[in-house]
């Protein structure tokens, strides 16, 4: 089943413009049509009564005018009558009984014999070569019965006709242009609050499973809101039940860990020497692992999907900073590396584990990256917005490289054995559901890597 690309307000328009055009259409068609069947019928009257006034002059020069002058009186007639327009030729002819010519055209002797009595009919003929207007009418006169025909040429017809068709297609384009126009502009209107849900819900974070709002929905839109609302409701509880389980294996993890690791360290003192180096081999291994399931289950429990169901609090970095360095007194001491503090105020709004397993994870990879005799510094302000650095003298990060190293499980090439590359991709989750900036540059003179995190300013 292939999915069409166009969209719902396309489909809305497609259904209503070509149904309106049509009817427009042929709205403006009968206009037309109707508008030139009523000048011809006006112009069929005027030309009937040519007619009927040739047959009324029949009768009154019948008593006073000579037959053999009746032909010009009669022509006098047509000839004042045309000059009421120029644009068409008139030609008439009456024939008398015996089909004797009193007057007129010769050649129009044969459309004479459509002529009714007393009723006026017309036809479309060719008159040397050219279309005309043929009226006949059969008459008693004061002379006996005649046919009278009268032919008129088709150019004011046929300007009419062109006028009309302007006449009538000009509005109706513009009635058209119009009504496609309002019918676009009620459509985009129509449409205008799903447009709102739409961008309400493709602006939302990846953590945002909140309801979306009711208020102000129309009716049909009601069905598809509530439906994802449940589904925003069903999300929201499987993200809790994954918080829940993490959470959970993490206790459930690091306490057997640790208990391994107490024994092993009990039971090393009173090995011999091959037992105690296999022993500090395991207990090696046992350190690695304990440090990668804490940094994965950190991982997890920082993914948008899982922590966007966590309630954000105020935390003061400065209480952060004084608990890792308790915390990392003993590793920096042991890998001989200075590690130093300078904890200024600074309260942001988050999740006080999260920014402890970043905080952890931005110390352990300086210590572990720092030379011996080489200093690590932590700091924490506020100038505006809270702020946190640390600062390394170890090798850094080549610039090409910064963006790469925040993906998971990337070492850069030659890295130290035993890092799992979890690190600053834990730094880098935790910064981004905070709205932190997180930036990678090198240290002091130029050498180290100093990590800086800057937190939007309190509401």
């Not at 006034?53 to 009669?74: C, E, F, I, K, Q």
């Not at 935390?315 to 952060?320: K, S």
């Not at 999260?354 to 932590?378: K, Q, Y």
């Not at 979890?422 to 890597?449: C, D, K, N």
């Amino acid at each position: 089943m292939s999915l069409s690309s166009s969209s719902l307000r396309a489909r809305l328009l497609r259904r209503l413009w070509w149904p309106l055009l049509a009817v427009l259409v042929l709205s403006a068609a009968y206009d037309y049509t109707s508008a030139l069947k009523r000048a011809s019928r006006n112009q069929d009257r005027a030309l009937g009564r040519i007619a009927i006034a040739l047959t009324s002059r029949l009768d009154v020069d019948a008593d006073d005018a000579r037959n053999d002058d009746l032909g010009g009186h009669l022509a006098r007639t047509v000839t004042a009558m045309q000059r009421a327009d120029r644009r068409d030729q008139l030609a008439f002819m009456v024939r008398g009984e015996g089909d004797k010519l009193i007057g007129g055209d010769a050649e129009l002797a044969a459309f004479a014999a459509s002529a009714t009595q007393n009723e006026v009919s017309y036809a479309d003929q060719q008159l040397r070569g050219e279309a005309v207007r043929v009226v006949t009418l059969a008459h008693q006169s004061s002379l006996g019965p005649v046919a009278v025909v009268v032919a008129e040429t088709t150019h004011r017809r046929q300007a009419q006709a062109r006028r009309l068709f302007v006449d009538t297609l000009v509005p109706n384009l513009l009635l058209i242009a119009l009504t496609l126009l309002l019918v676009r502009s009620g459509v985009k209107r129509a449409m205008a609050p799903l447009d709102t849900l739409s961008e309400g819900v493709a602006n939302r974070g990846p953590a945002d499973l909140s309801p979306l709002p009711l208020a102000g929905l129309p009716g049909e839109l009601f069905p598809v809101v509530q439906a994802i609302n449940r589904l925003m409701t069903r999300l929201r509880a499987a993200a809790q039940g994954q918080q829940a389980f993490l959470s959970n294996a993490a206790h459930q993890l690091r306490t057997p860990l640790a208990g391994v690791q107490t024994q092993l360290e009990l039971a090393m003192p009173e090995s011999d020497g091959p037992q105690r180096a296999r022993l500090a081999r395991v207990q090696t291994a046992l350190q690695r692992m304990s440090h990668t399931t804490r940094q994965m289950l950190a991982l997890a429990r920082s993914d948008p999907q899982a922590a966007g169901v966590e309630d954000l609090e105020p935390v003061d970095l400065q209480l952060l900073l004084e608990d890792a360095a308790s915390a990392w007194l003993d590793q920096s001491l042991a890998a001989q590396v200075d590690l130093g503090f300078d904890a200024q105020p600074a309260q942001i709004t988050g999740s006080a584990w999260m920014l402890h397993e970043l905080l952890n994870n931005l110390i352990d990879n300086a210590i572990r990256h720092s030379p011996c005799g080489g200093r690590v510094t932590v700091r924490c302000g506020s100038d505006g917005g809270g702020w946190l650095t640390v600062d390394d003298e170890g090798p850094g990060i080549p610039q090409d490289e910064r963006h790469r190293v925040l993906e998971r499980f990337y070492q850069l090439p030659g890295a130290q054995p035993g890092g799992t590359g979890l690190g600053l991709a834990i730094v880098s989750e935790v910064a981004q559901r905070h709205g932190a900036q997180l930036t990678l540059s090198s240290g002091e003179g130029g050498s180290g890597l100093k990590v800086t995190l800057r937190f939007p300013p309190q509401p």
